[in-house]
């Protein structure tokens, strides 16, 4: 087995444009590194923390699969007329926090909390911020931590 590590990349699918440009960023950052990929869409931001719950089990109970050596939530959230933004934003964070401390996972956040879609796309723009690529670093950072506390996969 390779000691490529093997990322899944968790895609909110809400705003279809922005979610390619993250990942894109995302992608290209993973491709550098040599990791491999899995991507899985997601209707929504709070979908995230719930389709990482599914892996992470789904993986004691079906061991012939390669396990996830982390993850990358990416998605964006546009603030709008009614307080869902501030509902959304802070479930989905405090969902993937929690996994991230019950499970000692790898994750990498490229979650967008914006006003407007201009904000949006300099953030995901992988010639701007590139918050996407900024995630999958991340990830790849803590699980190079992981391996230093020889808590690698998982």
């Known amino acids: 087995m390779s ?6 990349v ?26 491999t990929h899995h991507r899985v869409p997601v209707p929504g931001v709070l979908e995230i923390p719930a389709a990482v719950q599914i892996a992470v089990r789904s993986m004691d109970v079906y061991t ?6 982390g993850y990358v939530a ?3 959230v546009i603030r709008g007329e009614t307080t869902a933004y ?3 934003c802070s479930r989905a964070m405090h969902g993937l926090h929690d996994l991230v401390l019950r499970h000692t996972l790898a994750v990498g956040t490229g979650i967008l909390t914006v006003e407007n879609r201009e904000q949006a ?7 701007g911020r590139n ?4 995630a999958a670093r991340a990830c790849l950072d803590m699980i190079e ?3 230093q506390f020889r808590l690698y996969p998982r």
């Not at 000691?3 to 899944?8: L, Q």
């Not at 918050?131 to 900024?134: H, P």
């Open 145 to 147: 931590l992981k391996r």
């Open 74 to 76: 990416l998605g964006c």
């Open 64 to 69: 012939a699969r390669r396990r996830y050596d």
């Open 121 to 127: 796309w300099v953030r995901a723009a992988v010639g």
């Open 10 to 35: 968790v895609e909110s699918r809400c705003h279809e444009d922005i979610a390619d440009e993250l990942v894109r960023g995302a992608l290209g950052e993973l491709n550098k590194a040599g990791a």
């Open 86 to 88: 501030d509902l959304i």
């Open 3 to 8: 000691d490529a590590p093997h990322i899944m």
């Open 131 to 134: 918050r996407g690529g900024q």
